[in-house]
């Protein structure tokens, strides 16, 4: 992670065509990372650091019987933990760290409500997928996926925004878990192949690197587009068939990196070059 890390703070004063702060100034924010202050792969930190109380999580559950009380009782505390980590950027003062922001270092502020997902995510593998899978069809994913454009799209057709905590709260969570069942349903009906494999086997490298890429590709259009771009980013409907589009072709680009990394840079991911030679032996 770290290595990966200092890479990109090279990448963003070499190629990002921004203003930056010096290389020493970078090196500082990106060790103490704090979100919005030069932390440019800041997920690869917090997904560390939620992975530590996952681990704990898992562990206590694996040597529980893992009756269904237990599940539910697993499930209300992650999600008390979530719900605390969003009162707390809900209503701390940002004023009362030196920095001016409602953030922790090694986003602390964020590890629980990662934690609460990853939590329901581990019991729907192990408790809840066969049950999913007799229940969820075609018709019922529609429904679900028409009630959540319905939701996650009102605020901007009706222009009103949900300022109290707890109502806007509990629609993070139902759009977040309305969501999350489509992409179950659409994932189990995609027929696997090379491509969406090796993405999918290289997800840290496309979290890594795809800001580069995409700030190289949003300098290009709006060179050529001039102000057609601005206003497609401004208009709901447009921006949102771009943003798939540019994720498809991003992650095309991406497997350039992807290559390069696995083939003769694999310490960055943490593996040694005896290993990497295993690979290449056991693949042939």
Known sequence: MCEVSVINIIL??????DEHASFIEELKWNFLQIRGKGDGIWFVAALFMTFIPFYFFVDRYE???????????????????????????AFMDPTLLPWGTVALPWHLEYVFQAMFYMTIGYLFK????????????AFSTVVVFFVYIVFRYIPYIMAF????????????????????FVLIFVSKRIVPNRYLLYIGQNTLICFAFHGKIYTVLQTILKSIL????????GNMYASSVFAIVLTIVLSFILIIP???INRWLPFLLGRGY???????VRAQ
Do not use: H, W
């Open 161 to 180: 925004e949900i300022e109290n905590f707890i109502p806007k709260m509990l629609y993070t969570y139902l759009c977040a878990f309305l969501g999350i």
């Open 274 to 280: 005896r290993t990497r030679v295993k690979e290449l």
């Open 226 to 233: 001039g102000v057609l771009y601005g206003e497609i980013l």
């Open 126 to 137: 192990g408790e809840f997928e066969r049950m999913y899978d007799k229940t969820a069809n």
């Open 63 to 89: 040597k529980s019987e893992k009756q269904r009380n237990e599940r539910i009782i697993f499930i209300i505390v992650a999600l008390l933990l979530s719900i605390i980590s969003n009162v707390y950027e």
């Open 258 to 260: 992807i290559y390069v």
């Open 12 to 17: 963003s004063q070499i190629i990002t065509f």
